[in-house]
């Protein structure tokens, strides 16, 4: 698999759930060539490497929302049952429990999605400051503007109250 088409086809896969980017069961094993069910036996068989901060199963409404968003879980839409999800740390741990050369490559591609999402995320916040930052003095700047207008606009109503002319 060529690097960007696998770090692509990644992110797209990547979720925020409960405040975490997690991935679902089912797109690890697609991506893992693997059967999801083989994988989530994998993962049960070594439960205790899966503490719920690494390792979740959705509920009903989390399902449905997802369904909801992203065209490609239709199939979830009427599952029994509730997909597992994966934080970061899950997923780094997957690569202790699938053993596979498909398995190895694929963890350390996740890694590098992950990593980039990072540092993207770190200059996005950079640059939402600077734009909150730009704003705030804008703010500032319009209303010394509108003040300055309003003066000068008072001061043109007291021009044309003035009588003009000659008084009687």
Do not use: W
Request: net charge neutral; with cysteine; proline share 2%.
């Amino acid at each position: 698999m060529e690097a960007l088409v696998v770090q692509g086809e990644i992110s797209s896969k990547i979720f925020t759930l409960r405040g975490q980017e997690v991935m679902l069961d089912r797109d690890l094993a697609e991506l893992y060539g693997v059967p999801t069910k083989r994988l989530n036996e994998q993962v049960k068989r070594n439960l205790a490497r899966f503490p719920r901060d690494f390792m979740f199963q959705l509920d009903e409404t989390e399902k449905n929302e997802l369904v909801a968003k992203c065209d490609h879980l239709d199939s979830l839409k009427h599952s029994t049952v509730n997909p597992y999800v994966f934080t970061e740390q899950g997923i780094y741990m997957l690569a202790s429990v699938l053993k596979s050369d498909t398995a190895i490559a694929v963890n350390i591609a996740i890694i590098r999605t992950f990593k980039k999402l990072r540092e993207f995320s770190k200059h996005y916040n950079a640059l939402a400051k600077q734009i909150i930052e730009v704003e705030r003095k804008s703010d500032k700047q319009y209303k010394e503007l509108r003040k300055a207008l309003d003066e000068l606009i008072a001061s043109s109503e007291l021009v044309d109250e003035k009588v003009m002319g000659f008084l009687k």
